[in-house]
């Protein structure tokens, strides 16, 4: 949520013009890492190796592991940011040459690459320690960790922007010290948790320790095998930049609006089902991560085939409430909204990717993502090169959704294979009724929408969030009461569980621990 909040500032106060693409160009390899290492390839290869550890050996050998793996992460990344500052402006000019046409955009580019490079460093060993909380079953506080980094960017936008011409900076310089003051946020946040748990830091790096080896070997596929939205949307970046000012600015702004439910729904699923997945792979037990993994796939067909109708078919009104002001125009309003139609289409496939390429590294098949991950590139370059002549921008999007489509098809089908079954049949049934649901709610969105703007005109914020709410609240009515006749009884179950916690939250109480086991 506070990532939305964070497209929001950025968007009134710099719009999507030259700055805006110059910091979304330079920030999109440090993000990359980010996203990478946080969500995706140190916890697929962190949680199963340090869970092993403290299950055979106990704490003091998972703390040493522990040790080890920072000690190793901070050799390399400092090495990568000495690397990346001296190659900044090779790679710029090489990746953005387009920017070339507009005086100084790539001499900001530059600038800004290096300022954030720090970041690398600090958000690697942010992600280290998550997959040590992890795997100690702690989820609150590794989960709100990446949020001080758009707080620091909100904050920032406030309160540097207005002085950084006084010391010679470009306003948008702001946004790259957060960045790292962000990093140092994240780290922060989770010390207290490991200290609690009896970890003390030591410079110590045993290189031939086995649990060290096995995380470094499964990081390395891990990378490969998790990075396929990422580098797909590192691909669209750059070939964005060649389309003029605003489309990197527009495609960005589109995928933090889809990324919104893929945060909330895809990452927390996935965050708690690899932990889950890591313990019945180590006992053996192969109905439980089954039944694991047929449970989190469920719950993600529940959430997202809705959140992806209602995220298509309201895209400009949605667009026009959260970043329609200050330097946000209403032509960047219809191009972003075309992007985040696009994005939509594949948001199923986002989050199925998510949460089932992990899973192939707790249960020894770390080769399956590696291979999907390439193909899956692939995929994208190819359509994207179909698409762009015809559709422009938005042709990049859609090339990205098809190329999610296809690997999340694919990881279901071959872990289908491994495991000798997932319920097909159930999460068929599942996505048929509520894809019917869905396609319901859509329609009375329209409908709901199209009445409000009668009744309630006008282009004010209130107004516009007025007929938005209205619109929502009845499809989401329409959803429910649909499901219901359905007979959907897994979306009863997620809005009583809903229920339960406002309930919980509202009289002061925490969930129980046999409350959570069953969420």
């Excluded at 330079?26 to 946080?38: E, K, Q, S």
């Excluded at 600090?122 to 506080?141: C, D, P």
């Excluded at 080896?213 to 990075?227: H, K, N, Q, T, Y």
């Excluded at 389309?243 to 933090?256: I, K």
């Amino acid at each position: 949520m506070l990532g939305l909040v964070r497209e929001q500032v950025l968007a009134a106060v710099f719009g999507a013009g030259n700055d805006m693409d110059a910091f979304i160009v330079a920030f999109r390899v440090p993000n990359l890492f980010r996203d990478l290492l946080a969500e995706g390839a140190m916890s697929s290869a962190l949680v199963p190796t340090f869970a092993r550890e403290l299950d055979q050996n106990g704490k003091q050998a998972a703390w040493k592991l522990g040790n080890s793996l920072l000690n190793a992460l901070l050799l390399v990344t400092v090495f990568i940011v000495v690397m990346g500052w001296m190659l900044a402006g090779p790679v710029v000019n090489g990746s953005a040459a387009q920017f070339g046409a507009v005086p100084g955009k790539v001499d900001l580019t530059v600038q800004l690459t290096r300022m954030m490079l720090p970041f690398l460093t600090l958000t690697a060993l942010s992600a280290a320690t998550m997959g040590m909380l992890n795997s100690l079953h702690y989820y609150f506080v590794p989960a709100l960790a990446p949020a001080m980094f758009n707080l620091a960017t909100i904050l920032a936008a406030f309160v540097l922007v207005p002085f950084m011409p006084t010391f010679g900076l470009p306003r948008i310089a702001a946004m790259a010290l957060a960045a790292v003051i962000g990093g140092l946020g994240q780290l922060a946040l989770q010390w207290p948790s490991l200290k609690r748990e009896g970890f003390r830091y030591r410079p110590s790096l045993d290189v031939r320790s086995p649990g060290l080896l096995r995380v470094l070997l499964l990081m390395g596929p891990g990378v490969v095998g998790l990075a396929a939205t990422q580098i797909n949307l590192l691909i669209n970046t750059l070939l964005a930049t060649n389309l003029g000012t605003g489309a990197v600015s527009w495609l960005q702004y589109a995928f933090r609006l889809i990324y919104l439910p893929i945060g909330l729904f895809g990452v927390s699923i996935a965050t708690v089902a690899l932990p889950a997945v890591a313990r019945h792979a180590v006992a053996g037990d192969r109905e439980g991560v089954r039944h694991t993994v047929v449970d989190a796939m469920n719950l993600t067909l529940i959430l997202n085939i809705p959140a992806a109708v209602g995220l298509f078919v309201l895209s400009p009104a949605i667009v026009r409430l959260l970043f329609e002001r200050g330097h946000f125009t209403a032509a960047d309003t219809i191009n972003t909204a075309s992007a985040l139609r696009c994005y939509a289409v594949g948001l199923v496939g986002y989050s199925a990717g998510r949460i089932v390429s992990p899973l192939f590294y707790a249960i020894g098949r770390s080769r399956v993502p590696v291979e999907l991950s390439v193909f899956t590139i692939l995929v994208n370059i190819v359509v994207s090169m179909m698409l762009l002549p015809f559709v422009g921008f938005p042709g990049l999007a859609l090339a990205s959704s098809i190329a999610a489509l296809v690997n999340g098809g694919l990881s279901l089908a071959i872990l289908r294979e491994h495991l000798g079954g997932i319920g097909g049949v159930r999460l068929a049934s599942t996505a048929m009724r509520i894809g019917a649901s869905s396609l319901a709610m859509g329609v009375a969105a329209v409908l709901v929408g199209r009445v409000m703007e009668i009744f309630v005109p006008g282009s004010a914020i209130w107004f516009q969030a007025a007929r938005l709410g209205v619109a929502m609240s009845g499809a989401l009515l329409t959803l429910a009461l649909t499901a219901s006749v359905l007979g959907l009884s897994e979306f009863d179950y997620t809005l009583e569980e809903v229920r339960k916690r406002l309930r919980q939250a509202w009289l002061g109480q925490g969930p129980s621990t046999t409350d959570v086991s069953s969420t």
